[in-house]
């Protein structure tokens, strides 16, 4: 096992695991790990150090997200999705990261299944942290005046919100996870997994469908929790119904987003008819569901073997 300490978020039997497939890398101060839009290679755990992780703006500019210190997970979602890096991260500091080859860790996952949903929750965990740094941007941002543009720490909080509902962070992208799933596979079931691609699909969507109808109309009745939530077949009626389900999730989910986006919705002030929730929070909580719920569908497409 690793003479290293232990990655804060990664249990001591994963992390004794892995040592047999990771590579030791030093990076000096300054040097990239990787940048944003290049094809993701792997994870990088950080060993010792730190290193800056770098949000791309509409304004073509980087912003500091975050500086990870040892124990932080970097590229997780991406080397699940397949996708390219959404972020770009390098050194802040003499950095020693160990490094997992993509292949490897995914063909790691293929064969100890029981490893799965760590990597799942250490992507709903990630989101998670986000959502504090947003808070700090919340606490930061004042309400805008009449006729006085919004302040430009205002839409920098929209962006980011944005980039995290569309698939950026820590999270896998919906098209990426089950757009190309056949729907003769939507109702099987894995040994150990509770949920079908179908009653994850209707659970992602019956929530969605619920946050958003919440933030926006007072009138609005949420379902019977839980059965309110879920689909009653674990597979389903017809291939029409799967893609109906599908085209709706991405229908509200484009709501969601233009909601944000919208310069006149306050995302600060509470809703009249809440407890406490704000377009903000419900924002949020549709990402970290969606991301959570996403992450169980990559793991359950791979152990389907898709």
Request: proline share 6%.
């Amino acid at each position: 096992m690793s003479s290293q300490p232990l990655p804060a978020k990664l249990s001591p039997d994963l992390w004794e695991a892995l040592h047999g497939i990771k590579s030791i890398r030093v990076y000096a101060k300054g040097a990239k790990l990787f940048q944003q839009g290049t094809e993701v290679s792997g994870v990088y755990v950080v060993e010792s150090g730190l290193v800056r992780v770098l949000l791309p703006t509409a304004q073509s500019r980087l912003q500091l997200l975050e500086v990870a210190g040892p124990g932080a997970i970097l590229g997780l979602s991406e080397t699940m999705s397949g996708e390219h890096y959404r972020v770009t991260a390098e050194a802040g500091d003499h950095t020693t990261v160990a490094f997992i080859l993509r292949d490897h860790f995914v063909d790691f996952l293929r064969d100890h299944s029981d490893f799965c949903m760590q990597v799942v929750r250490l992507l709903s965990e990630d989101l998670h942290g986000l959502y504090h740094k947003f808070r700090n941007i919340s606490a930061q941002t004042s309400r805008p005046k009449r006729a006085q543009p919004i302040p430009s720490h205002d839409q920098s909080l929209r962006e980011h919100l944005l980039y995290l509902l569309r698939g950026g962070g820590a999270h896998a992208d919906f098209d990426a996870a089950i757009g190309d799933w056949p729907v003769q596979l939507a109702g099987v079931k894995v040994a150990n997994f509770p949920h079908t691609a179908w009653m994850l699909l209707e659970h992602l969507r019956l929530a969605q469908w619920d946050i958003l109808e919440f933030s926006r109309n007072q009138k609005h009745v949420s379902p019977p929790w839980p059965e309110g939530y879920w689909p009653a077949s674990e597979a389903p009626p017809s291939e029409e119904a799967w893609k109906a389900s599908m085209t709706a999730f991405k229908k509200d989910l484009r709501v969601v987003e233009k909601l944000v986006a919208n310069p006149k919705t306050d995302l600060h002030a509470k809703l009249r008819w809440g407890d406490g929730q704000t377009i903000l929070r419900e924002a949020l909580l549709v990402a970290d569901h969606n991301a959570y719920h996403l992450g169980q569908l990559v793991m359950l497409r791979k152990s389907i073997g898709i």
